[in-house]
Each structure stands twice: as C-alpha cells, then as structure tokens.
C-alpha cells in the first residue's frame, strides 16, 4: 500500500515564476491538505481539499491556490513566487475532513532564487 | 486563535537514556486533541503519539508517554531507553474539536540528538 506520495521532490524557481505541486494522497483517503514548513519552522496549514473544492483555508494570499482531482489527487499552485516562499511543503491525507488521523507525504522542497 | 511552543529549539540525550521536551499551548477551546510528530531527516512527519483532552490518563507507546497538564496547558513528550533512531525533528501539535478541516496548529520544533 503506497503512502502519501509527491513530487517533484526538490524544484528551483525563479521571483516571479509560477510553479504546480502534486500530490497524491494514501489509498482509500479523499482529504488533501497543504501546509507550508520554512526552515527552521513548524508546518504551517495552507488550505483542505475534499470532494473537490477547498474546505479550509489558512492565513495565505490568493497566490496560493490548489485542486483536487477524481481520484483525489491534488495540486498545489503558487503565482508570483516571492523569496519568501522558499520552503518545504507538506501534503497529507485522511479518511475524511474531520479525521484527526493524517498521513503526511515526504514533501517537495521549494527554493526561489 | 490557537498558538503552540515548544521552548526547547535542540536537546541532546545519551542512548538508553531518557529525555523530556516540553510542549506548551493557548486556546480557549475545552475539546481538542494534541500530538507530537516526529520528522526524521527523510522529512516524512510521522505521528509518535496522541492524546484527547477529555482523557485524563496520559497517553503512553512503548518507549514514548506524555505527560498531559489541562489546567497549565502543558503537554511535554518523554522517550525512555532513547535509541539512534530517535535523531529527529519533533513537534509539537494542536487540532481542535469539532473539527471540520482538520487544521493542525505545530510548535517550532525541536531537534533531538541521541549520542552514541
């Protein structure tokens, strides 16, 4: 049984670029979640997609944006990328929404230069 | 708002020793679950271990208990017989209840280092 998986696991980007995160969440989860981990930080919860459509969202701008696909599959896209959204990002996955029980992936590792 | 802290940015423990982080947190909210997450270098969050706010017995796993103070809203993790395999980032997490989007609120981090 495949964990959470993502990729790529490390990408280079330019200030100003735009880039697309994916993840793919554990086998019988449909709930993504997105956080974002700056060194030296904890993770901290970007937005929750279920069904489809975003069901929380944290304190990001609307450069953050993301999708969830039918097979529960999900992207994460940042415009306008800043030098401060060098950082790891996390995806996890559960059972449902309200699951206490997440499985996080290995994250992708995110530096603009 | 919820904030979590952890105090503690690095320790270190001998192996076979024990050794105790401390984990604070704030809310105004009475049901809610608290966690401690391990993150090996590999930089997969594995969960070590949970507890509910309405139990009162301290949640133990094998090597990893807590020590759960409601009323100080304390909840600090302790590995007895620590092993190499403990070297990791740990933090320290809150997600309330109910809870509709399982948002979780992490602590900083400690960086935990078992020598040999």
């Known amino acids: 049984d495949a964990g959470v998986t993502q990729s790529p696991t490390h990408l280079i980007k330019t200030r100003g670029q735009q880039v697309t995160l994916r993840c793919s969440p554990k086998?019988?989860?449909?709930?993504v979640s997105w956080y974002q981990q700056a060194l030296g930080q904890g993770p901290q919860f970007i937005f929750q997609?279920?069904?489809?459509?975003?069901?929380q969202r944290g304190n990001f701008p609307d450069r953050f944006s993301g999708h969830q696909f039918p097979n529960y599959s999900s992207e994460l896209n940042v415009n306008a990328l800043l030098l401060g959204d060098s950082a790891l990002y996390l995806c996890?996955?559960?059972?449902?929404?309200?699951?206490?029980?997440?499985?996080f992936g290995p994250g992708t590792r995110l530096t603009v230069t | 708002a919820q904030t979590v802290t952890q105090s503690q940015p690095e320790m270190s423990v001998q192996e076979a020793e024990t050794v105790t982080l401390s984990c604070t947190y704030d809310?105004?909210?009475?049901?809610?679950?608290l966690f401690w997450y391990k993150q090996p270098p590999s930089r997969q969050m594995i969960l070590v271990i949970r507890?509910?706010?309405?139990?009162?017995q301290n949640a133990t796993e094998n090597r990893f208990s807590v020590n759960f103070q409601k009323a100080a809203k304390s909840f600090s993790l302790k590995i007895s017989d620590s092993q190499l395999g403990d070297t990791a980032m740990y933090f320290c997490?809150?997600?309330?209840?109910?809870?509709?989007?399982?948002?979780?609120?992490f602590g900083t981090g400690t960086s935990l280092t078992v020598i040999p």
């Open positions: 507890q509910e706010a309405y139990k009162q």
């Open positions: 086998s019988g989860h449909d709930t």
């Open positions: 997490a809150f997600m309330k209840l109910p809870n509709t989007g399982n948002q979780f609120y």
């Open positions: 996890a996955s559960s059972l449902d929404p309200g699951s206490y029980e997440q499985y």
């Open positions: 809310t105004s909210e009475n049901n809610y679950y």
């Open positions: 997609y279920y069904e489809e459509e975003e069901r």
